[in-house]
């Protein structure tokens, strides 16, 4: 299993950022899939979740409203829409994956919200 972040970048507040995992190795459309994110010295949280098809999502009350998260099963992609970005949306933001039983974690990519 590989999950490969990347988007991530320095944005000022009230911007978007498109964040974009790559699957693979494993039956990218039989599993829902998770965004993470980790802040210094803060724990992992979960940002948003999407189901199998894409049906159904769901959001950490922080980010509801501001971020949308889809995937292409297609293409084996994970996306994460982030606009109205705040100061405190800054971390390493991480796809995940749990794979028969074993979360897989990509290297993650640095998102920056400051002026």
């Known amino acids: 299993v590989q999950l490969v972040e990347s988007g991530g970048g320095l944005v000022q507040p009230g911007g978007s950022l498109r964040l974009s995992c790559a699957a693979s190795?494993?039956?990218?459309?039989?599993?829902?899939m998770t965004w993470h994110r980790q802040a210094p010295g803060k724990e992992r949280e979960l940002v948003a979740l999407i189901t199998i098809g894409g049906g159904n999502t769901n959001y950490a009350d922080s980010v509801k409203g501001r971020f949308t998260i889809s995937r292409d099963n297609a293409k084996n992609t994970v996306d994460l829409q982030m606009n109205s970005l705040k100061p405190e949306d800054t971390a390493m933001y991480y796809c995940?994956?749990?794979?028969?039983?074993?979360?897989?974690w990509g290297q993650g990519t640095q998102v920056t919200v400051s002026s």
């Open positions: 995940n994956a749990r794979v028969k039983g074993v979360a897989y």
């Open positions: 190795g494993f039956t990218f459309r039989s599993y829902p």
